[in-house]
Each structure stands twice: as C-alpha cells, then as structure tokens.
C-alpha cells in the first residue's frame, strides 16, 4: 500500500528550530514531486515548499523562504523540512505530499501523509 508517514515536529519556542521527515513506501515515490503543505485552525491548506524529484529545484512559499529547507533522499525514499526562526504564526499541522504525475513541481499533490503538528509559542 502507497503511503506517506511525516515524523518529527512538536512544540517549541519562537526563534527555535525543528524538523520534519516523511518516509515514502515504494520504488515509485522515489520520481514524484514532493512537498510541504501545512494548515492552521480555522484555515486553509496552505503550501510551504516543494521539490523536485532530482532534487535540483526548490520552491517556497514567501511566508517560509530564508528560514525553512526542504530536501530529500531519494535512497533512503525520504523527504525533509527543516525550520529554523520559527513563528507562532507557523503553528500549524504540516503535511508531507506528492504528485505521482509530476517529476517537477508538485502541483496537485494527490499522495498525502496524516500530518504533524508543529506548535510554535511566543
């Protein structure tokens, strides 16, 4: 069965850091587009960063550049989010994504993990 599980996350203070992980099950996953969506209450699903599957392009939402990384092993399957000088505003739960139709930009991702929570406090 295809999936998608993230790790990490958890509470921390504005201007700390944590990270994300999302381990992918099969070969398949390892030529999609992946990325970040997160969402907070009360809002829509935003996108946070995207990559593509060779790992030579990124892109971040404006909210996030300069303070979050995203990568990926393509060996190990898995995909990354790195964030540092987080907010509260970045409270959110954050989901790991991929697009079985792209090897590029992660468009309409239509493989989602179950998310994490990340809580950021002032």
């Known amino acids: 069965q295809v999936q998608l599980v993230e790790s990490g996350g958890g509470l921390v203070q504005a201007g700390g850091s944590l990270s994300l992980s999302c381990a992918a099950s099969?070969?398949?996953?390892?030529?999609?587009?992946k990325g970040w969506f997160r969402q907070a209450p009360g809002r829509e699903r935003e996108f946070v960063a995207a990559?593509?599957?060779?790992?030579?392009?990124?892109w971040y939402a404006d909210s996030v550049k300069g303070r979050f990384t995203i990568s990926r092993d393509n060996a190990k399957n898995t995909v990354d989010l790195r964030m540092n000088n987080l907010k509260p505003e970045d409270t959110a739960v954050y989901y790991c994504?991929?697009?079985?139709?792209?090897?590029?930009?992660?468009?309409?991702?239509?493989?989602w993990g179950q998310g994490a929570q990340v809580t950021v406090s002032s």
């Open positions: 990559i593509s599957w060779s790992g030579g392009s990124t």
């Open positions: 994504a991929a697009n079985s139709f792209s090897e590029i930009q992660i468009g309409a991702p239509n493989y």
């Open positions: 099969g070969r398949a996953f390892r030529r999609y587009a």
